[in-house]
C-alpha cells in the first residue's frame, strides 16, 4: 500500500488520546494517520480515556489547573491529543483570543447579553491557527516532512505558518480565484502554493487523490489524513468561550458554517465539559450560518431534509465556499437536537454586517463574519433567537483579508487643504 | 463500456493493494455491480443498505461528483474515470 507508512506510536505521543473511532458506526481504530472508517466511510474521531464506556467520572484536569496553563490552546492540552510537553515545541501557540462583550451591537439588535468571540485575534488572524496546531503535533509524531492541506484560504495560511516554525516543508493547494490578502499570506511564510483552477471541492477531491498515490507520500494534509486531530483543535473554542464565561456554557451560539467541522467539534466541545462536570449541565442552542450563494445545509435544514445536497458555490465569502461539506449532515443534527437553526444571507447582507460589527464594536469581520453576524440579526429578527438569552457569535477572521467586500464603500469623508478654513467648510458646516 | 476506477486507500485491501483497477458498465451502478463481483465485498462498503451511495462518501465520474449529475444512474462512457474518494474535513 502507498500510505500507511506512518508506523502507529505510543499513546503516550497523543497525551490522553486512546484511539480513533468512527462517528457513525462507532468501530474502534488505533492511533494512526488514518480518517475514515473501512466499514462505512464516516469520519474518525479521536477517543480518550473519558470518552469511553470505562470511564470512571474523575475528569482529567480542573479548572484551577487549566486556568493556571499558559494563555493559549494549551492550556487545554489535558483535554487534546497532544503530549505533555507540546508547547515547549515550536508552535505558533494560538487561542485564548478575546471574548468582547458586544454591548452596542447587542443594543442595536435588541439583545439583552451577546459576546463575540473574536478569533481575527489569532496568529494568522482566523480560527484555523487552533486546528492547524493540533494538527501540526500529529504531523511531527508521524514523522511527515510536508505539512499541507486543502484550503479556501484561511487554512494555508495557517499551515505555512506553522511550517515555517516548525521547520517543516510545507505545501498547500487554495483555488487559484482567491482574495489576494490570503495569496500574500499563504506565500510570504514560505512553502509551496498551488493554486487548482477550480472551486475548493475540486482541490479537495485533487488533495485526497495525492493522499492515495505515491507522491502524496510522507505528507501530512492536515484536513485530510490528519482531520482527527485537526477538528479536535476547535474544541479550544468552546471550551474557551465556558471559561470565559466563568465556566459556564451560553445558552445560544452563532457559529459559520463551510465543511460544518468547527460547529460540530465545538458541539463536542460543550459535551465534554459537562461530561467531566467542568461547567454545570444546561441546554444550549446552536445556530448555524452560510452564505447564501452557498447554503446546502441551510437548504436541507429548512427543507426538512436529513440530505444535504451539494452545490457549486457562488459567493463573496469565499471562506466558506465549500458547496459538499463533509460534516453538514452533522450540522443538521446538532442544530436540530438542541432546538437551534441554520440561516442564511445574502453578499448585500454580509457586507452590511461587516459594517455593522465594525461600527458597533471596533470589530472588523472578514466576510465569514460577515455571514455569521448577518445571520445573528436575521434570526434574531425572525424571533428565531431568544433576545434575552445569553448570545455568542463567532468572528473567525480578519477583515483585512477580504478588503475588496467593503472597499468599495471606503473613501475619506472630504479632501482638503491642510487649512482651519477649508476644514469648517468642507467638514463641519457640511455635517 | 470500459472504465478505470480509482480506488481510496481504505477500500485497497478488496484490489490486493490497486489503486487504480479496469470496470465495466453503462452507468455507475453497472461499474459498481461488476466491481463488487470482481472483488467480492467492496460494492457494500460503497453502497449502504438500502442501496444509495454511503452518506460519507463522494463519487465521481470525470470531473463531476455524480450528485450533481444522474447519482447511479451517471453514464460511464467508454475511456471514463470514476473515483471513489471519502468525505475530508473542510479548510
Ligand atoms: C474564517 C472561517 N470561518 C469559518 C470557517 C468554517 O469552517 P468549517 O469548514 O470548519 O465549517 C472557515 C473555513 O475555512 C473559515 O476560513
Ligand atoms: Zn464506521
Same mark, same amino acid.
Given at each position: 500500500?502507498?500510505?500507511?507508512?506512518?508506523?502507529?506510536?505510543?499513546?503516550?505521543?497523543?497525551?490522553?488520546?486512546?484511539?480513533?473511532?468512527?462517528?457513525?458506526?462507532?468501530?474502534?481504530?488505533?492511533?494512526?494517520?488514518?480518517?475514515?472508517?473501512?466499514?462505512?466511510?464516516?469520519?474518525?474521531?479521536?477517543?480518550?480515556?473519558?470518552?469511553?464506556? +470505562?470511564?470512571?467520572?474523575?475528569?482529567?484536569?480542573?479548572?484551577?489547573?487549566?486556568?493556571?496553563?499558559?494563555?493559549?490552546?494549551?492550556?487545554?492540552?489535558?483535554?487534546?491529543?497532544?503530549?505533555?510537553?507540546?508547547?515547549?515545541?515550536?508552535?505558533?501557540?494560538?487561542?485564548?483570543?478575546?471574548?468582547?462583550?458586544?454591548?452596542?451591537?447587542?443594543?442595536?439588535?435588541?439583545?439583552?447579553?451577546?459576546?463575540?468571540?473574536?478569533?481575527?485575534?489569532?496568529?494568522?488572524?482566523?480560527?484555523?491557527?487552533?486546528?492547524?496546531?493540533?494538527? =501540526?503535533?500529529?504531523?511531527?509524531?508521524?514523522?511527515?516532512?510536508?505539512?499541507?492541506?486543502?484550503?479556501?484560504?484561511? *487554512?494555508?495560511?495557517?499551515?505555512?505558518?506553522?511550517?515555517?516554525?516548525?521547520?517543516?516543508?510545507?505545501?498547500?493547494?487554495?483555488?487559484?480565484?482567491?482574495?489576494?490578502?490570503?495569496?500574500?499570506?499563504?506565500?510570504?511564510?514560505?512553502?509551496?502554493?498551488?493554486?487548482?483552477?477550480?472551486?475548493? %471541492?475540486?482541490?479537495?477531491?485533487?488533495?485526497?487523490?495525492?493522499?492515495?498515490?505515491?507522491?502524496?507520500?510522507?505528507?501530512?494534509?492536515?484536513?485530510?489524513?490528519?482531520?482527527?486531530?485537526?477538528?479536535?483543535?476547535?474544541?479550544?473554542?468552546?471550551?474557551?468561550?465556558?471559561?470565559? =464565561?466563568?465556566?459556564?456554557?451560553?445558552?445560544?451560539?452563532?457559529?459559520?458554517?463551510?465543511?460544518?467541522?468547527?460547529?460540530?467539534?465545538?458541539?463536542?466541545?460543550?459535551?465534554?465539559?459537562?461530561?467531566?462536570?467542568?461547567?454545570?449541565?444546561?441546554?444550549?442552542?446552536?445556530?448555524?450560518?452560510?452564505?447564501?450563494?452557498?447554503?446546502?445545509?441551510?437548504?436541507?435544514?429548512?427543507?426538512?431534509?436529513?440530505?444535504?445536497?451539494?452545490?457549486?458555490?457562488?459567493?463573496?465569502?469565499?471562506?466558506?465556499?465549500?458547496?459538499?461539506?463533509?460534516?453538514?449532515?452533522?450540522?443538521?443534527?446538532?442544530?436540530?437536537?438542541?432546538?437551534?437553526?441554520?440561516?442564511?444571507?445574502?453578499?448585500?447582507?454580509?457586507?452590511?454586517?461587516?459594517?455593522?460589527?465594525?461600527?458597533?464594536?471596533?470589530?472588523?469581520?472578514?466576510?465569514?463574519?460577515?455571514?455569521?453576524?448577518?445571520? *445573528?440579526?436575521? *434570526?434574531?429578527?425572525?424571533?428565531?433567537?431568544?433576545?434575552?438569552?445569553?448570545?455568542?457569535? *463567532?468572528?473567525?477572521? +480578519?477583515?483585512?483579508?477580504?478588503?475588496?467586500?467593503?472597499?468599495?464603500?471606503?473613501?475619506?469623508?472630504?479632501?482638503?487643504?491642510?487649512?482651519? %478654513?477649508?476644514?469648517?467648510?468642507?467638514?463641519?458646516?457640511?455635517? | 463500456? &470500459?472504465? &478505470?476506477?480509482?480506488?481510496?486507500?481504505?477500500?485497497?485491501?478488496?484490489?490486493?493493494?490497486?489503486?487504480?483497477?479496469?470496470?465495466?458498465?453503462?452507468?455507475?451502478?453497472?461499474? @459498481?455491480?461488476?466491481?463488487?463481483?470482481?472483488?467480492?465485498?467492496?460494492?457494500?462498503?460503497? @453502497?449502504?443498505?438500502?442501496? &444509495?451511495?454511503?452518506?460519507?462518501?463522494? #463519487?465521481?465520474?470525470?470531473?463531476?461528483?455524480?450528485?450533481?449529475?444522474?447519482? @447511479?444512474?451517471?453514464?460511464?462512457?467508454?475511456?471514463?474515470? #470514476? &473515483?471513489?474518494?471519502?468525505?475530508?474535513?473542510?479548510?
Amino acid at each position: 500500500m502507498a500510505l500507511a507508512t506512518a508506523e502507529i506510536t505510543t499513546s503516550n505521543d497523543f497525551g490522553p488520546a486512546v484511539g480513533l473511532s468512527c462517528r457513525e458506526c462507532g468501530t474502534r481504530y488505533p492511533l494512526g494517520p488514518s480518517f475514515a472508517c473501512i466499514e462505512c466511510f464516516g469520519p474518525l474521531e479521536v477517543a480518550y480515556t473519558w470518552s469511553g464506556p +470505562d470511564f470512571d467520572g474523575a475528569a482529567p484536569v480542573t479548572r484551577e489547573q487549566i486556568a493556571a496553563g499558559p494563555a493559549n490552546i494549551w492550556r487545554y492540552r489535558a483535554l487534546l491529543p497532544v503530549p505533555a510537553d507540546v508547547a515547549a515545541k515550536p508552535n505558533l501557540a494560538p487561542g485564548w483570543t478575546k471574548l468582547v462583550k458586544a454591548d452596542n451591537l447587542a443594543r442595536e439588535l435588541g439583545l439583552r447579553s451577546l459576546h463575540v468571540k473574536d478569533d481575527s485575534g489569532n496568529p494568522t488572524h482566523s480560527f484555523k491557527d487552533r486546528v492547524v496546531a493540533i494538527a =501540526l503535533e500529529a504531523a511531527r509524531t508521524f514523522g511527515f516532512h510536508t505539512l499541507s492541506c486543502s484550503s479556501t484560504g484561511n *487554512l494555508a495560511g495557517a499551515v505555512t505558518a506553522a511550517a515555517a516554525r516548525a521547520g517543516l516543508d510545507a505545501c498547500v493547494f487554495i483555488p487559484a480565484d482567491l482574495e489576494e490578502p490570503k495569496i500574500v499570506m499563504a506565500s510570504v511564510y514560505g512553502g509551496r502554493l498551488v493554486g487548482i483552477e477550480g472551486t475548493y %471541492d475540486e482541490v479537495n477531491r485533487f488533495c485526497s487523490e495525492l493522499i492515495g498515490d505515491p507522491l502524496g507520500d510522507r505528507w501530512g494534509f492536515v484536513n485530510v489524513n490528519l482531520r482527527p486531530y485537526y477538528a479536535e483543535g476547535s474544541k479550544t473554542l468552546a471550551y474557551e468561550i465556558a471559561e470565559q =464565561l466563568g465556566w459556564r456554557i451560553p445558552d445560544q451560539i452563532v457559529i459559520p458554517v463551510a465543511s460544518g467541522s468547527q460547529l460540530t467539534k465545538i458541539d463536542k466541545g460543550f459535551k465534554e465539559l459537562i461530561k467531566l462536570g467542568l461547567v454545570e449541565d444546561k441546554p444550549y442552542k446552536i445556530f448555524a450560518a452560510q452564505a447564501e450563494g452557498c447554503s446546502p445545509v441551510s437548504a436541507a435544514f429548512k427543507a426538512g431534509r436529513e440530505v444535504v445536497q451539494p452545490v457549486k458555490p457562488r459567493t463573496i465569502a469565499k471562506s466558506l465556499a465549500i458547496g459538499n461539506p463533509a460534516d453538514g449532515p452533522y450540522v443538521l443534527d446538532i442544530a436540530r437536537r438542541t432546538a437551534g437553526a441554520v440561516e442564511d444571507v445574502t453578499d448585500a447582507e454580509i457586507v452590511d454586517a461587516v459594517r455593522l460589527l465594525a461600527r458597533t464594536e471596533g470589530i472588523f469581520a472578514e466576510t465569514a463574519g460577515g455571514v455569521t453576524v448577518g445571520v *445573528l440579526k436575521k *434570526l434574531t429578527e425572525k424571533g428565531l433567537l431568544d433576545p434575552e438569552a445569553e448570545t455568542v457569535v *463567532l468572528n473567525t477572521g +480578519d477583515g483585512l483579508k477580504t478588503l475588496d467586500a467593503v472597499a468599495s464603500g471606503a473613501r475619506p469623508t472630504a479632501v482638503i487643504r491642510p487649512s482651519l %478654513d477649508a476644514f469648517r467648510t468642507a467638514v463641519v458646516e457640511n455635517s | 463500456m &470500459s472504465v &478505470s476506477v480509482r480506488i481510496p486507500t481504505i477500500l485497497r485491501t478488496y484490489t490486493d493493494g490497486a489503486a487504480e483497477v479496469t470496470g465495466e458498465g453503462a452507468t455507475l451502478r453497472d461499474v @459498481l455491480q461488476k466491481l463488487d463481483a470482481d472483488y467480492p465485498g467492496i460494492g457494500a462498503r460503497i @453502497l449502504d443498505e438500502t442501496g &444509495s451511495i454511503r452518506r460519507f462518501v463522494n #463519487v465521481y465520474v470525470g470531473e463531476e461528483d455524480v450528485r450533481f449529475v444522474d447519482g @447511479l444512474d451517471t453514464p460511464t462512457p467508454d475511456g471514463a474515470q #470514476v &473515483s471513489v474518494i471519502p468525505a475530508v474535513a473542510g479548510g
